[in-house]
């Protein structure tokens, strides 16, 4: 089992950044799928971004041009930078690995998950 540890997560005003890190405990995932997904209360949960094996990464749409995903596979971890933050961005943001490829904004797929990080975005 991999265990991964999230952290980063706070209260921000609407319009600032937040960078949250995932620390992978077995380092050769980090070279496999890894993405963060985040869920609110009453909702679902969303693929947010992911980077792929083959180092793509993939946005959802409603974060594209204002989130960063990338690893650092020197420190086995997975960042996301987290820009002009808006209310919608409140959420518990979780961090996820698979070994297989494809499809990693899919949670389905997924079968290692973190606790999770809590970003506040007040307006």
């Known amino acids: 089992q991999v265990q991964l540890v999230e952290s980063g997560g706070g209260s921000v005003q609407a319009g600032g950044s937040l960078t949250l890190s995932c620390t992978v405990s077995?380092?050769?995932?980090?070279?496999?799928?890894l993405a963060w997904f985040r869920q609110t209360p009453g909702g679902g949960r969303m693929g947010v971004a992911c980077?792929?094996?083959?180092?793509?990464?993939t946005y959802a749409d409603s974060v594209k041009g204002r989130f960063t995903v990338a690893k650092d596979q020197a420190k086995d971890t997975l960042v996301l930078q987290m820009n002009s933050l808006t209310p919608d961005d409140t959420a518990v943001y979780i961090c996820a690995a698979k070994w297989y490829s494809g499809d990693c904004l899919r949670s389905r797929w997924y079968d290692n998950w973190g606790q999770g990080t809590r970003v506040t975005v007040l307006s």
């Open positions: 077995d380092y050769t995932y980090t070279s496999r799928c």
């Open positions: 980077v792929d094996s083959d180092g793509t990464a």
